[in-house]
């Protein structure tokens, strides 16, 4: 994650007079995969820079690379290029989807995006948490079945027979 956000300052600071160094033209090859939350901050840390969106758009897909950033680099160039908010955002990836929702507003109306982008990452977050304590609860539902098949057998078999046969052996 810190390489990314480093990319992303760097390429913010080269600006399109100054050539950036290799270093992160070799970074920028690789794609990382990153998840809505942290592609809500890393947007969000572009933005606090003073850079407009489609700028920090830009520049994010330009440091994640792959399919995220060829989508967030097609949508920096379809604003500047006067497309409409929902045309230009048309076709992206599920991981943009909450990202463009939350911007929209930024666009058309000039509301501050770090409040809302720093929300929607926290909410995500959250939503995340609370997947993985639900799948946790399912599995240790899941489990109670194969894991009784198997104890219930061995302690039958290893503790209450062999008290049962002492017992029986003594009476008769």
């Known amino acids: 994650m810190t390489i990314v956000v480093l ?42 820079g003073g850079v407009a969106l489609p700028e920090a758009l830009t520049a994010v897909g330009a440091a994640l690379g792959g399919e995220d950033g060829a989508d967030l680099a097609r949508v920096a160039t379809l604003l500047l290029r006067g497309a409409g908010w929902s045309a230009a955002w048309h076709g992206v990836g599920a991981a943009s989807t909450n990202l463009a929702d939350t911007l929209e507003p930024c666009w058309r109306r000039g ?36 894991l009784g098949l198997c104890f219930l057998p061995a302690f039958l078999a290893l503790g209450v027979f062999p008290v049962v046969l002492a017992v029986v052996e003594k009476l008769f």
């Open 111 to 146: 509301v501050p995006p770090s409040g809302p982008l720093a929300e929607l990452a926290t909410r995500l977050r959250d939503e995340n948490i609370r997947r993985g304590q639900t799948a946790a609860a399912r599995l240790g539902v899941r489990l109670v079945l194969p």
């Open 7 to 48: 990319a992303v300052a760097a390429s913010l600071l080269a600006g399109p007079a100054r050539r950036t160094p290799a270093r992160v033209h070799e970074r920028t090859t690789e794609t990382v995969s990153v998840g809505p939350a942290l592609l809500a901050d890393l947007v969000r840390i572009a933005l606090t």
